[in-house]
Structures are given as structure tokens and as C-alpha cells.
């Protein structure tokens, strides 16, 4: 087979790919295109994961539409509150606003890092940790996913490797959501994501989407390093 012949019966695989890797990109940017890229990125392997029997990670890009749309939304409109409307702030964030502005009147400018910025009056929404009770809620919610897919996978379906594409799938479910909400953390799943999928598809010999895959392990921890420095 020549390269041509390879490159013609693999495009939309190699396409996906390319998508996904500016994908990252954008994302260790914190540039919000990286969701209608996500999108996109989304519908090639929707084909892709059908056509190899993915059907665990078929389902994954199916809820990664849905979550690139609400991301896009709360990215663009922050956490939804006003830093005008006093009103709507808890106590604690009253108190918070009063400290940071009290700070910028000391430094003679503005908190970079305020989670009250944005535009037009909108709470910028910004890179944080993740809370004790939001994990022990994620991590709840991952073991949840995983035996429910595990079960379906191995009992309705000819998936191949039952386990491991319940666990990609599943930590990838709790890892986007955190990107949505820039949670800092997600980089870690996603180091796991990348190594176990990296793996698990070269022994199907999708070799574009293993590229892709370390492509997005390398990229995790640039991105980790990158996303530390706006907390």
C-alpha cells in the first residue's frame, strides 16, 4: 500500500486529528474557539470510534457536543453574576471584592487574577482548584460511569476491550466537565486519559489516532505548567 492509498482511506481519521491537536492547543491558550474546534473534532470521531467498535468512546464524543456547547457558554458568560449587582454576591464574595479592591487602591491598579473581572460588568470565569467535595462528588460519579459502561459494554456489545474503554470514557466524562468549568485539575486526567488511549489504540492499529493521543500527553503537561500560572 502506498502512502497515498494510506493517506486517501484514512483521511477523515487523519482530519480528526489535526482538528484535535489545535484542540489542546487552544486549550492550554485558554482561547475560547477551542470549543466549535471541539465540535468538529468531535463529529469525525463519532465516525471513527462507530467504524472500529469504540462504542464506549463513540458515546464520549456524542457528550462532548453537548458540553463544548455549554462550555462555549460559560466561558463566554463567566460564572453569570455581575460584579455591579452586589446583590447577587454571597457574603463571602462581598468580602472577597472589598479585600481585592481595597488591594488594587494600595497598588494603584487593578487584580489581575479577580474573579469579579470581565467584561461589561461579567464575572470573568477563571482557572481554579479543584474543592475537596466537588472531587469526592467527581470521583463518586466516575466509579458510577465506570461499572454502569463496564456492564453495558461487556454484555450488550462486541467492544473488544470492555474495561479500558469504560475507563477512558468515563474519566474523560469528569475531565471535560472540569475544563468547562476551568478547573485546574483536568490536566491530570488528562495525562491518564492520554497514556491508557495512546495504548489501547495502537493495538487496533488506529495509528493517527495513537499520534494524536501522545500528541495530547505531551500537550497535558504543557498545559498543566501553563494553567498553573493562572491560578
Same mark, same amino acid.
Given at each position: ?6 493517506? $486517501? ?9 489535526? *482538528?484535535? #491537536?489545535?484542540? =489542546? +492547543?487552544?486549550? #492550554? ?5 477551542? %470549543?466549535?474546534?471541539? #465540535? =468538529? *473534532? ?10 472500529? !467498535? +469504540? ?9 462532548? &457536543? ?8 460559560? %466561558? /463566554? ?38 474573579? +469579579? ?22 470521583? /463518586? ?17 462486541? $467492544? ?17 466537565? /472540569?475544563?468547562?468549568? !476551568? ?11 492520554? *497514556? ?9 492499529? &488506529? ?13 497535558? +503537561? ?10
Amino acid at each position: 500500500m502506498t502512502i497515498y492509498d494510506w493517506l $486517501s482511506r484514512n483521511w477523515i481519521e487523519i482530519f480528526g486529528a489535526v *482538528t484535535g #491537536i489545535v484542540y =489542546v +492547543f487552544l486549550e #492550554i491558550r485558554q482561547n475560547i474557539w477551542l %470549543w466549535p474546534v471541539g #465540535i =468538529v *473534532t468531535s463529529a469525525v470521531y463519532i465516525l471513527v470510534f462507530f467504524t472500529n !467498535k +469504540f462504542y464506549a468512546d463513540m458515546s464520549l464524543q456524542v457528550y462532548y &457536543l453537548v458540553i463544548s456547547v455549554l462550555g462555549w457558554y460559560w %466561558w /463566554m458568560k463567566g460564572t453569570g453574576r455581575r460584579a455591579q449587582g452586589v446583590g447577587l454576591m454571597t457574603q463571602g464574595d462581598r468580602q472577597e471584592e472589598e479585600k481585592r479592591r481595597a488591594g488594587d487602591r494600595e497598588n494603584g491598579g487593578h487584580s489581575k487574577n479577580s474573579p +469579579f473581572e470581565g467584561g461589561k460588568g461579567d464575572v470573568k470565569l477563571i482557572v481554579t482548584r479543584l474543592k475537596p467535595k466537588t472531587g469526592v462528588i467527581l470521583a /463518586m460519579i466516575f466509579v458510577i460511569l465506570y461499572f454502569l459502561m463496564w456492564f453495558v459494554l461487556s454484555r450488550l456489545t462486541d $467492544s473488544p476491550v470492555p474495561e479500558w474503554d469504560s475507563f477512558i470514557t468515563s474519566l474523560s466524562i469528569i475531565a471535560t466537565w /472540569m475544563l468547562a468549568r !476551568k478547573i485546574y485539575e483536568h490536566w491530570y486526567l488528562w495525562i491518564a486519559v492520554n *497514556t491508557v488511549s495512546s495504548l489501547i489504540f495502537m493495538t487496533r492499529g &488506529l495509528y493517527p489516532t495513537v499520534i494524536l493521543y501522545l500528541v495530547y500527553l505531551a500537550m497535558s +503537561f504543557i498545559g498543566l505548567k501553563k494553567w498553573k500560572r493562572s491560578l
